[in-house]
C-alpha cells in the first residue's frame, strides 16, 4: 500500500511560481511516481514524471517551466512550476506506479495505481 498527500497549491497570477510537494508513505516500493492535473471538463493529463533512478519526462506544454524531482531521504516528490500561465489552472495530483516497467508510458494515467486527493493550482491573468 501507498498514501500520497499532495501540498503547496494556491493562487497567483502568471508569471508567478509555486511548488507543489506530495509526501509517500507505506510499504511498496514506487518504479514511477508522477504528476498530473486535471482542469474542469476536461480529462487527467500527465505532466511530468520520475523514474526510480532519477530520469525525468515532461509534456510538451510545461518543458522548460516545470521541474520535477524527489527526495528519498523524506520520501517526497516535487514539482517546481515557474512561469506559470493561466492555462495551467487545474487540480494537481500526485501518482505512484509500483509495479515495474512502463516508462515508454509514464505520463498516461493509466499505468499508476496510487493516486493522492490533488491539490488546487489557480493562475490568473
Known amino acids: 500500500q501507498v498514501q500520497l498527500v499532495e501540498s503547496g497549491g494556491g493562487s497567483v497570477q502568471a508569471g508567478g511560481s509555486l511548488r507543489l510537494s506530495c509526501v509517500r508513505s507505506?510499504?511498496?516500493?514506487?518504479?514511477?511516481m508522477g504528476w498530473f492535473r486535471q482542469a474542469p471538463g476536461k480529462e487527467r493529463d500527465g505532466v511530468a514524471a520520475?523514474?526510480?533512478?532519477?530520469?525525468?519526462t515532461y509534456t510538451d506544454s510545461v518543458k522548460g517551466r516545470f521541474t520535477i524531482s524527489k527526495d528519498n531521504a523524506v520520501n517526497t516528490l516535487y514539482l517546481q512550476m515557474n512561469n506559470l500561465k493561466p492555462e495551467d489552472t487545474a487540480k494537481y495530483y500526485c501518482?505512484?506506479?509500483?509495479?515495474?516497467?512502463?516508462?515508454?508510458?509514464?505520463?498516461?494515467?493509466?499505468?499508476?495505481?496510487?493516486w493522492g486527493q490533488g491539490t488546487q493550482v489557480t493562475v490568473s491573468s
Open positions: 507505506g510499504s511498496t516500493d514506487s518504479t514511477l
Open positions: 520520475i523514474s526510480r533512478d532519477g530520469s525525468t
Open positions: 501518482a505512484a506506479r509500483t509495479r515495474v516497467g512502463g516508462w515508454g508510458l509514464a505520463l498516461s494515467p493509466d499505468l499508476y495505481n496510487y
